[in-house]
């Protein structure tokens, strides 16, 4: 079992930043894909990084590329989410996810996690 714990959620305006941290304990060992998803209001749960573990190789939806850099720090187990240039549309709940499998580029089905955060809400004022 893996257990995730989001923070760093809150607040911000249009152009700001915020970090996301995930701490991840229990059978680490096992998780080769992590992950951040959101869940904006009225919306299903969508991918926004992804990150193998054993590579680093780091992968992005569109709508985040270049403003949002996913990174980890093995020696905390921890995972973060790097937030630049925010905006309304990134309002929503994030959630941190791991899978114990690799999917090459198709990283963002909520399917393939086997565990999930609580979520930590973002919310962006304009």
């Known amino acids: 079992q893996v257990q995730l714990v989001e923070s760093g959620g809150g607040s911000v305006q249009a152009g700001g930043s915020l970090r996301l941290s995930c701490a991840a304990s229990?059978?680490?060992?096992?998780?080769?894909?992590m992950a951040w998803f959101r869940q904006r209001p009225g919306k299903e749960r969508e991918g926004v990084a992804g990150l193998y573990t054993g590579t680093a190789l780091e992968l992005y939806a569109d709508s985040v590329k270049g403003r949002f850099t996913i990174s980890q720090d093995n020696a905390k187990n921890t995972l973060y989410l790097h937030m630049n240039s925010l905006g309304p549309e990134d309002t929503a709940m994030y959630y941190c996810a791991a899978s114990s499998r690799r999917y090459g580029a198709i990283w963002y089905i909520t399917d393939r996690y086997n565990y999930w955060g609580q979520g930590t809400q973002v919310t962006v004022s304009s």
């Open positions: 229990g059978d680490t060992v096992t998780t080769v894909l």
